[in-house]
């Protein structure tokens, strides 16, 4: 019953590197997205995705790269990490019912920049 | 850009009491809403979602959504100290871009035994 998978969990990053965090789903949801959340604040969405091969910017996209070549994968790219982009990262999946919709998330990846 | 708006609180409230809380959403053309908790250091959990107006109750849990006030709720009864989390409110479009989620900053719940 894995859902949406996150790694790495943990990382800390020096200014200026690079790295990828990896997100999958085994639910086959269609829509993906990219949250980070800043301690005592709101999910902010930085990037999301229709569906293999289509992406698009959310609220705070600048900093991250994004790609989805398959239905059940969609890493995030962080290029010359700043503090800044220190935060926890949320990955997450939806899809659309006869009801209406829910998203699901994953645990979480957190990433200090020092 | 639209807004969902909670009091941050800390609400605080004794065991076995009711706590409330409040959402508000800033446009008419929300389709879904939903309740998530997120204990601290772990991501959100759903716990409760409503499309249409009304109450839908599931256990201790009751969600109220008033389209025409842009107002959505969460009630729980007979809260535990368990309950005590962050609640975060969602609110639901479906455009042509997508299937997008607005989230509340959330509110702090505190049930101190």
């Known amino acids: 019953n894995a859902g949406v998978t996150q790694t790495p969990k943990f990382r800390i990053l020096k200014i200026g590197q690079s790295m990828t965090l990896q997100c999958t789903q085994d639910?086959?949801?269609?829509?993906m997205y990219w949250y980070r959340q800043d301690p005592g604040m709101g999910l902010k969405l930085i990037y999301y995705?229709?569906?293999?091969?289509?992406?698009d910017k959310g609220e705070v996209p600048n900093g991250y790269n994004v790609s989805r070549s398959t239905t059940e994968d969609f890493p995030l790219r962080l290029e010359l990490a700043a503090p800044s982009q220190t935060s926890v990262y949320f990955c997450?999946?939806?899809?659309?019912?006869?009801?209406?919709?829910?998203?699901?998330f994953g645990e979480g990846s957190w990433l200090t920049v020092v | 850009q639209k807004e969902v708006e909670q009091n941050s609180g800390p609400l605080s409230v004794p065991e076995g009491a009711i706590a409330s809380l409040n959402c508000t959403y800033s446009?008419?053309?929300?389709?879904?809403f939903f309740w998530y908790r997120q204990y601290s250091g772990k991501s959100p959990e759903l716990i409760m979602s409503?499309?249409?107006?009304g109450d839908k109750e599931d256990g201790r849990f009751t969600a109220q959504l008033n389209k025409a006030s842009q107002y959505v709720s969460l009630l729980i009864r007979d809260s535990q100290p368990s309950d005590s989390a962050t609640y975060l409110c969602a609110v639901n479009e479906i455009k042509n871009t997508g299937n997008q989620f607005y989230f509340g900053t959330g509110t702090s719940l505190t049930v101190i035994p």
């Open positions: 995705s229709v569906g293999a091969g289509i992406t």
């Open positions: 997450a999946s939806s899809y659309k019912g006869s009801s209406g919709n829910t998203i699901y």
């Open positions: 409503i499309y249409s107006n």
């Open positions: 639910m086959n949801h269609n829509y």
């Open positions: 446009d008419r053309v929300s389709q879904s």
